[in-house]
């Protein structure tokens, strides 16, 4: 086990930071952030910022150049391991071999089990030294969707749920205006605007005929980070198996792309009024007739990182009973709507109490007047 | 409105913190403490420890006295408007004018509209200076439950309970152990301990069989400042409307009060087998043929200061429903127990959320794993 100094901490804790800003708009590529340091001062710093660009560590090295700085026998902090394989742009490991720095520290390993530790040998075959490991979790934390997707091929699946206190979304008529305050609901279209996906129900489109989208004006605090232009909009995802939408509902009218997923086609006439920002997927069906949530996950691991699922309680339920989801978020109100309203997820008839979901709390914190709580499922 | 120095503040505060080592004996009178000063040095500290011994003046009067510290001429803090009248005890606004003090500074005045200002305008009439308000908000909070009594007959109405995040107290089959973890359950025992009564429902006791006492062993933090002997036991309210009890349940089994309410009569042979510390009480049916609860309450507000609601989703949402609680208290575990389970409270079918229950958040914690809400109701 390789040990740090403060220093170093200091240094990957700013990587880290650099990394953060590329949440929004690196994807499907992850979040990285890079700091070349010389003789205790940091001579150029660089992060990830949308795919096809430079990557962190080009950044890095453009930035020292810039300054003028020397990077010979530097050390460059990365918070993941520099790439090894011509793609857009080429290795990032050779970029930094040129530069001839001295030693790399890197926070996390590619996730890809095939390619990770090839970006660290061809380093270390160049002689410089590599040690891995250093705020590793924290560095995890910025990429879990592409980390995931790399080993499995899944995206990271997030459940968001917005709640009274006694558990219901609704009154028993649907009303659902406001359940949570606005501080909560800019909440949720930031969290959209991280995402690749949001996957919903074909019974929410018609119920409340919402536009799916992330409106810039609603960012709150990210708007003094974010520009209306590098906002990039989720592919909203419509679970429809029975091919019931048609191209009167507002999801079609705003611009940008849309998956519907039914497990039988469209007829012509449908399909020919949908606009051209509509793409369709036609899945198998399951036991009950539904849209195989397995199968439309690995279509769409091919592309996205992340996908929240805001849905009603039966497709959100079905993500998590059939052990799906990594995360759930609750933003929860301090109300009581009532026995009678509608419950949050549908889930199974538990016999006992080893049978109930296991989840583990990752975060609970203030949002406004509400809670919103981070679990993980396992 | 007095303006009061910083010194008064914290004196104050110290007569605050005092008051609370009453908060589990001194029922059903109000926690009081009192800090005597001569010079701005503490020459005398007391606090009312149980009904019937020495208030918080008195026994502030007694240790400056113990010390050999002259009261002439000193100032003393009282978190409550002096008493005026004989009751088992000779008045304190009288001690204190008897020991000579030059000013008294109040808290708050006496509840009762019938008595406030009287020891107050005694105090004057002996040519006191008095001052009131200071840390006024504070000292109530240590009496909300005497203070409502004084002024409604009523006593303070909470009700807790223990949910999942979706607000479910058991599964379908009734299983509910645990939901929340020791932790909550060690703060339910000290809520218990605080309050001069537990009501419950008949259907909780068929269904669980519970003792309902407090047990001392599981009072935690509270340990180390009450003793076992100090520890009262709440008298514990069972609504029986249709006299289904009998004699061989747990609850009777333990030695403390226990107060039956039913709409009809016991049988004889019922009857004849509850134990001594049994009462029996006979209340109108209201019109669903239940327990009228405006009459139990009015019958409990005549000794208790405080009562606790543990009951099922009927009774707890039966008291919300008829606007006689004052504080719910939130349990929250972070588990979903499944749609399938137990709503936590039956409350009306609402049609628009301006006919939802009135809540505001007052307090919110975690307890071990899980979160305690209270809330209060208007």
């Known amino acids: 086990m390789t040990s ?24 499907p590529n992850p979040s990285v952030g890079c700091v070349l340091v010389q003789d205790s001062i940091i001579i150029g710093e660089g992060y990830h910022q949308v795919a096809g660009q430079g990557h962190a560590e080009v950044n890095a090295l453009a930035d020292a150049a810039k300054q003028g700085h020397s990077t010979v026998g530097a050390t460059a902090y990365v918070t993941l391991e520099p790439c090894s394989h011509y793609g857009r742009t080429p290795p990032c490991a050779l970029g930094l071999i040129n530069a001839q720095v001295a030693r790399v520290v890197i926070a996390v390993k590619d996730a ?67 359940i949570t305050g606005p501080a909560a609901r800019q909440d949720v279209q930031r969290m959209r ?58 999801l079609f009218s705003i611009e940008t792309p849309i998956l519907l997923v039914s497990t039988c086609g469209y007829s012509d006439a449908v399909q020919a009024l949908f606009p051209n920002h509509v793409s369709l997927l036609q899945v198998k069906a399951n036991s009950a007739g539904r849209v195989c949530l397995n199968i439309l996950l690995k279509y769409l691991g091919e592309s996205c990182n992340s996908v929240v699922v805001e849905a009603g309680a039966t497709l959100s339920g079905s993500f998590i009973e ?14 009581l709507l009532g026995s009678e309203g509608r419950n949050m997820l549908s889930l199974t008839d538990y016999q006992s109490m080893d049978q109930i979901p296991k989840i583990v709390l990752k975060d609970q914190r203030n949002v406004g007047q509400d809670t919103r709580f981070v679990f993980g499922l396992s």
């Open 4 to 27: 740090f100094s403060v220093f170093d901490t200091q240094m990957m804790g700013r990587a880290i930071q650099l990394a953060r800003k590329g949440l929004y708009t690196t994807r």
């Open 112 to 178: 890809n089990p095939q390619v990770a530790d090839n970006g660290i040998a061809m380093l270390q075959d160049a002689g410089i030294q590599v040690e891995v490991g250093l705020l590793a979790a924290e560095a995890l934390t910025l990429n879990l969707g592409f980390m995931k997707r790399m080993k499995t091929g899944l995206p990271w699946v997030t459940v968001k749920v917005a709640a009274s206190l006694d558990g219901k979304t609704a009154l028993s008529n649907g009303v659902s205006k406001w």
């Open 322 to 335: 059939h052990n799906l989801v990594d995360e759930l978020v609750l933003y929860q109100a301090p109300k």
């Open 193 to 250: 605007a991280r995402h690749c996906a949001l996957i919903t129900g074909v019974e929410t489109i018609i119920a409340d005929d919402p536009s799916l989208n992330v409106r810039y004006e609603e960012l709150g605090s990210l708007k003094s980070s974010l520009s209306p232009t590098s906002l990039q909009q989720p592919l909203r995802v419509v679970l429809d198996s029975q091919a019931r939408l048609t191209a009167d509902f507002m």
